[in-house]
């Protein structure tokens, strides 16, 4: 008997130990890195995500924000985490794309890292301070023109789409300001409304209650078409600069080595959230153009993904971009 209860006791605890090592993904919370500042337009959409995320994969979803050097640390902090699913990073052009020119650690990391789900997008906007003497866009590159190097513009760090845009702005203009380098899109929100800075080329998304309010001017869109959530505001073609465009488009990534299994369970919960129509509200209402059914897969964000480092990676090289 005692031999007999001995055996039932191992099987059990075999038994055991193999249900509890084939517990379905995921069994605990999961940390989403953002690789920006709180309050930023990537946070925000993090956190919207991550709420209804949540109910989707029945666990926790944790916001750390993990920021600095263009995005890179976070980006490389993600890419270091254990391969078990359990960690993710929200990212956009400026960590995904612009980074792995400027930063060694970033370039790897984003070369490496594989794709979960594209999730949104919204155009570039050049906008500016309220007390700015031009009205629109063809007055500020006049004014701009006959005042060089007196203009403020913010950037999120070197390599950002807002430093691209603006290098692409002046060689475009044949207009010279100087480059204000931040940590994040909501300081330099704050700021421009305060006067402090003079412009920003800024995701469109984040632009909104500024506009509203009058506390920032519009002065163009960067895309072929206006933008639909403030139509009044031109796109920059239509004032002469043609050919500025740039999408600033958000994606999710897990760490090389994630088991298949886990990139599918987090695609699927990615897939039910942007079905929600609560959440569809509220990304709409900030602004931004949810990535259609089609394009919600590993696949079509990897393509995606590497379409985007061809186009801009030989760009940003020939403009010679350092860190700062």
């Not at 690789?35 to 919207?48: E, H, M, N, S, V």
């Not at 209804?52 to 902090?77: D, F, K, Y």
């Not at 980074?99 to 997008?121: K, N």
């Not at 060089?148 to 702005?169: D, E, N």
Request: a neutral charge; aromatic letters at 6%.
């Amino acid at each position: 008997m005692r031999i007999s209860a001995l055996f039932a006791a191992i099987a059990l605890a075999v038994g055991c130990g193999a249900s509890a090592h084939a517990q379905p993904f995921p069994s605990h919370s999961v940390t989403v890195i953002v690789p920006f500042p709180a309050g930023g337009p990537t946070d925000t959409l993090a956190r919207i995500l991550s709420e209804r995320m949540r109910t989707a994969l029945g666990q926790p979803v944790v916001i750390e924000n993990v920021t600095g050097a263009g995005a890179s640390i976070g980006v490389a902090r993600a890419a270091q985490a254990p391969a078990d699913g359990y960690t993710f990073v929200i990212g956009n052009w400026t960590s995904h794309v612009g980074a792995g020119v400027i930063y060694p650690a970033a370039h790897d990391a984003i070369l490496e890292m594989l794709p979960v789900s594209l999730i949104s997008a919204t155009p570039m906007m050049l906008i500016g301070k309220s007390s700015l003497p031009a009205k629109d866009a063809k007055e500020l590159i006049a004014w701009l023109k006959s005042n060089p190097g007196k203009a403020s513009a913010a950037t999120v760090g070197a390599g950002s789409a807002a430093h691209v845009c603006f290098l692409h702005f002046q060689q475009q203009t044949g207009t010279a300001f100087a480059l204000v380098p931040y940590r994040g899109g909501a300081p330099i929100m704050h700021d421009l409304a305060a006067g402090q800075i003079d412009m920003f080329c800024a995701e469109a998304s984040q632009t909104l209650a500024f506009l509203r309010s009058g506390a920032v001017k519009g002065f163009g869109v960067m895309a072929k078409e206006r933008w639909p959530a403030a139509p009044e505001v031109p796109t920059l073609d239509e004032v002469g600069v043609p050919g500025m465009h740039i999408s600033f488009w958000n994606g999710m990534w897990v760490p090389k080595g994630t088991p298949a299994a886990a990139i599918v369970r987090l695609n699927e919960a990615i897939v039910d959230t942007l079905a929600d129509m609560t959440v569809r509200r509220r990304l709409t209402d900030l602004g931004h153009v949810i990535a259609g059914r089609e394009e919600q897969t590993p696949q079509a964000l990897g393509a995606f993904h590497k379409a985007e480092i061809a186009k801009w990676w030989p760009i940003m090289k020939a403009a010679n971009i350092k860190a700062e």
